[in-house]
């Protein structure tokens, strides 16, 4: 063992003292030796986890500040209009990221992500509900709706380049529980004063955020208004409209026939101061079109193609975001805005009129309608009658005649005071709901018979069902007529109204 040392690295005699003291207590050194020995040791592998963990948590804040730039730069781009990220960087997006090793445990299970499940927000329009209001219509992954906290804003960006607004939005969910992978959300967006006082014009800003952090979010323009094009009075009565009816995702086989009917029903009940919108889903074929177009170019009806709902996965066609964006489309084009679907026929007992019937109603904000549910299947079997030749609502004359049943009910809304909606009814109302309305106001449900494409009588009962009660497939039904002794005066209307241009028997 060597005693000298070079002073240049351990000043003084400080060594010699060491190595003296070795030699004169060698079994204490030995004891020293054995415990420093033991300790390094030890050691070891809480010094190997220390640096693997390091290592881990470098990579991770490396990733968590790539990830923070990248959302922060995409919170604040523009995305209309929408372009979609490169195959290349969707493919490298991975949960986890296998380590460069060729010794990795293969029993480490990794996971890839490639694409998104569903967008933050699919928008299908935005309105101005007043001086002060908005409402954007649209629909959003429901799962993140379910399980996390989104949220959003609303900005007025001037055209004369003044400071823009900003408003706190309250988000509607009118479909809950019904929604798939997406649900419907209306935005209700209203600032303190109307922010587009001037006339200058501008654009309504809105911003999605994905949870309740600030930090990450999308913003995209939903609303531009030109300068000059605000005009107050469009949001006060008098309104275009005494009645309009907004329907339903129209899909499926339907037959023209029956359409047919149901419009020239209609049109004859709401009367010239109504208008009729139609959501086509892929159910109005060229011959559903045929029937319809008459009306149309008569400026009774409007058809909406909204084929392209089908690549968001909603209930039922998307039809509560239909609905939605018809009360806000036309919120401010009729008194009252009705709901039901081409199946059903309103129908007023006891020789009502309409009109004393909405005057009844009218301290209401919404209404409720009752059914009265009938046979797509029964007629009668009459010798003297030409079925072929007959509606269909004219020949079907059976009413299931079941009673405290709870059947669904269709109902009529006053849109300026109401902010969503729903199938049945709204939930988002200012003012009072009547559901007593039988006595008064009532609508004959076809169920089935819109998709039957041939003859809609299947079954003939004799004669004498028409004073007694018959039982078919189980259930117990009851001769009414009181849609086929109207059925004269619609075809008569049809024919001054829009001639005699249809073919169907």
């Not at 208004?225 to 409209?241: A, D, M």
């Not at 008064?440 to 076809?446: D, M, T």
């Not at 069902?465 to 259930?475: G, H, Q, S």
């Amino acid at each position: 063992m060597r005693k000298d040392a070079s002073p240049a690295t351990v000043p003084g005699n400080s060594v010699g003292k060491l190595f003296l003291c070795f030699e004169t207590k060698p079994l204490v050194a030995t004891l020293l030796a054995l415990t420093l020995v033991m300790v390094i040791w030890n050691l070891q592998p809480y010094y190997e986890n220390l640096i693997s963990t390091t290592s881990r948590c470098s990579a991770a804040a490396a990733a968590a500040a790539t990830a923070t730039s990248t959302t922060i730069a995409t919170g604040n781009a523009s995305i209309l209009p929408y372009t979609p990220p490169s195959s290349s960087s969707v493919s490298e997006k991975k949960v986890s990221t296998p380590k460069a090793s060729s010794n990795a445990d293969p029993n480490k299970r990794l996971f890839y992500a490639y694409g998104n499940a569903a967008s933050l927000f699919v928008l299908m329009g935005a309105y101005r509900g007043g001086p002060r209001t908005f409402a954007v219509v649209g629909l959003a992954s429901k799962p993140l709706h379910v399980y996390g906290r989104p949220w959003y804003k609303c900005e007025w960006i001037s055209s004369n380049g003044s400071a823009s607004l900003r408003a706190k939005a309250y988000k509607m969910l009118p479909d809950w529980g019904y929604g798939r992978v997406y649900t419907v959300v209306v935005v209700n967006c209203t600032f303190a004063e109307n922010p587009n006082e001037d006339n200058a014009g501008g654009k309504l800003v809105l911003r999605a955020y994905y949870g309740e952090s600030p930090r990450k979010f999308e913003k995209f323009t939903v609303l531009e208004e030109q300068p000059g094009s605000y005009n107050e009075s469009n949001y006060r009565p008098p309104y275009q409209y005494e009645y309009l009816y907004c329907g339903s995702s129209l899909y499926g086989s339907l037959s023209a026939a029956r359409i047919r009917e149901w419009m020239a029903y209609h049109a004859w009940f709401f009367g010239p101061k109504s208008h009729f919108v139609f959501h086509d889903a892929g159910g109005v074929s060229p011959a559903v079109r045929a029937a319809l177009e008459p009306w149309v170019r008569a400026g009774w009806a409007t058809i909406q193609d909204i084929r392209g709902q089908a690549e968001f996965d909603g209930y039922y066609y998307n039809q509560f975001l239909v609905v939605n964006d018809c009360l806000h489309r036309y919120r401010h084009a009729a008194n009252w805005t009705f709901y039901f679907d081409v199946d059903e026929y309103i129908y007023l007992p006891d020789g009502r009129t309409l009109e004393s019937v909405m005057e009844e109603f009218s301290d209401y904000t919404q209404f409720t309608i009752e059914q009265n549910p009938m046979s797509s299947v029964l007629c009668l079997n009459d010798s003297s009658r030409n079925y072929s030749r007959e509606w269909g609502f004219e020949k079907l004359l059976f009413r299931d005649s079941r009673t405290r049943i709870r059947r669904d009910r269709k109902y009529a809304i006053q849109a300026k005071n109401a902010y969503s909606t729903g199938v049945h009814m709204s939930e988002n109302v200012i003012g009072k709901t009547l559901h007593k309305t039988e006595t008064k106001i009532r609508y004959y449900h076809y169920h089935n018979s819109i998709s039957v494409q041939g003859e809609p009588c299947r079954e003939f009962l004799p004669i004498s069902a028409k004073n007694n009660v018959t039982w078919f497939d189980k259930l117990p039904y009851v001769y009414d007529d009181n849609m086929t002794k109207l059925a004269n005066t619609i075809k008569q209307f049809e024919r001054n109204t829009i001639g005699s241009i249809h073919v169907f028997q």
